[in-house]
C-alpha cells in the first residue's frame, strides 16, 4: 500500500525544494538590487558632495555678488545725491534764463526807440556838420571882403 503521508511529504518536500530555489533565486537577485543600489548610493552621494562643492562656490559667489551690490547701491546714492544737486542748479539755471530774458525784453523796451534817436541824431550832427561850414565859408567871405575894404580905404 501507499503511504500517503509519505506521498504527501514527498510531494510537499519537492514543492519546498522548489520554493527554496525560488526564493535563493529571489534572494540572489535581491542582493542583486542591493548592490546595484550601493552603487547608485555611492554614485549619488559622490555627486552631493560635488554638489556641496558647487553650492560651496555659488555660496562665495552671491556673498562677492553681495558686496558689488553694495558698492553699486552706494553708487547709486551717490548719482542721486549728484542728480538732486544737478536738478538744484538746473532749476536755478532756468530761473535766472527767465530773468534775464525779463530783463532783455525790458532793455528792448526801452531801447526800442534808440535807431529813431540815432538817426534824429545823425541829422542834427549832419545839420551841425553842415551849419559849421556854411558859417567857416561865410566867415572866410566876410574876411575877404574886410580886407578888400580895408585894402580900398588904404589907397
Do not use: C
Request: no cysteine.
Amino acid at each position: 500500500m501507499i503511504d500517503w503521508v509519505m506521498v504527501k511529504s514527498d510531494l510537499s518536500n519537492k514543492v519546498l525544494h522548489k520554493e527554496i530555489l525560488s526564493n535563493r533565486e529571489g534572494i540572489g537577485n535581491l542582493r542583486k538590487e542591493v548592490l546595484s543600489n550601493r552603487d547608485d548610493i555611492g554614485k549619488l552621494h559622490k555627486e552631493v558632495l560635488s554638489n556641496r562643492d558647487d553650492i560651496g562656490k555659488l555660496h562665495k559667489e552671491v556673498l562677492s555678488n553681495r558686496d558689488d551690490i553694495g558698492k553699486l547701491r552706494n553708487e547709486v546714492l551717490l548719482n542721486r545725491v549728484e542728480i538732486s544737486k544737478l536738478i538744484k542748479i538746473t532749476d536755478k539755471l532756468q530761473r535766472d534764463y527767465f530773468s534775464m530774458k525779463n530783463m532783455m525784453s525790458k532793455l528792448d523796451e526801452r531801447t526800442k526807440f534808440l535807431p529813431k534817436l540815432y538817426d534824429n541824431v545823425d541829422k542834427l550832427v549832419g545839420e551841425i556838420l553842415v551849419h559849421r561850414q556854411e558859417r567857416a565859408f561865410i566867415t572866410s567871405q566876410l574876411e575877404n571882403h574886410e580886407n578888400r575894404i580895408s585894402r580900398l580905404e588904404a589907397k
